[in-house]
């Protein structure tokens, strides 16, 4: 059986990530695709483990040579799928989990549109204030930035199949199932666009955008 392509995004600090790597460590059928990326490695990062870290020229050579599935910039940096890797797992009958950005999402459905695209968010902005704080991965003006950018990147819902709310990562566990099996009700995509727009309305207000 051919296996599915999870594109999953989301607001910063919604914890996507964490539910992609619960994924492969619980079920044997599923893998992270690992990007390209031209930002600096974080703390612990392993480079071919948690990106492939590679200079903006590299990355704009790989561009010429048809090298990605997708690609898009974010915040200031260059993001890509490496092409071969994702097909080869499809063909095997693995489930491909693609954790990117909004842009490069939306272009990874116009070259595949059998792939599900999955949109996270934490359950309020007061969460995602906390979580990007606690992660203590960026200084107070990045954390700002992030939440800024938390506005833009909520208009890219609505081209999503799934929205999910990771408010527990059992429960977000359990949905992608869902997702995979095809029985996730589609109706739920209703009340996480109105936390949505929720968290929009709260970001605004409290930064005055």
Same mark, same amino acid.
């Given at each position: 059986?051919?296996?599915?392509? !999870?594109? @999953?995004?989301?607001?910063? %600090?919604?914890?996507?990530?964490? +539910?992609?790597?619960?994924? /492969?460590?619980? $079920? ?69 989990? !693609?954790? @990117?950005?909004?842009?490069? %999402?939306?272009?990874?459905?116009? +070259?595949?549109?059998?792939? /599900?695209?999955? $949109? ?90």
């Amino acid at each position: 059986m051919q296996g599915k392509l !999870l594109v @999953i995004s989301g607001l910063s %600090a919604a914890g996507k990530g964490t +539910v992609a790597k619960a994924l /492969v460590e619980k $079920f044997d059928n599923y893998v992270l695709s690992i990007s390209a990326t031209t930002r600096e490695r974080r703390g612990s990062e392993v480079d071919g483990v948690d990106y492939f870290f590679i200079s903006r020229d590299d990355f704009k050579k790989r561009i010429d040579g048809g090298d990605f599935l997708e690609y898009a910039e974010y915040v200031g940096n260059f993001y890509g799928t490496p092409k071969s890797f994702v097909i080869e797992k499809l063909n095997a009958g693995i489930n491909v989990i !693609l954790e @990117i950005e909004m842009q490069g %999402a939306l272009k990874v459905k116009k +070259v595949y549109d059998e792939a /599900v695209l999955v $949109f996270f968010l934490p359950k309020s902005a007061k969460v995602q204030k906390e979580r990007l704080i606690n992660r203590k991965r960026d200084d107070e003006s990045q954390i700002k930035k992030r939440i800024q950018q938390a506005i833009i990147d909520a208009e890219y819902a609505k081209h999503y199949d799934y929205i999910l709310v990771n408010d527990d990562l059992e429960d977000s566990i359990k949905d992608m199932q869902k997702i995979v099996n095809g029985t996730y009700d589609k109706s739920k995509n209703i009340e996480s666009m109105k936390i949505l727009d929720k968290i929009v309305s709260d970001i605004r207000e409290e930064q005055n955008v």
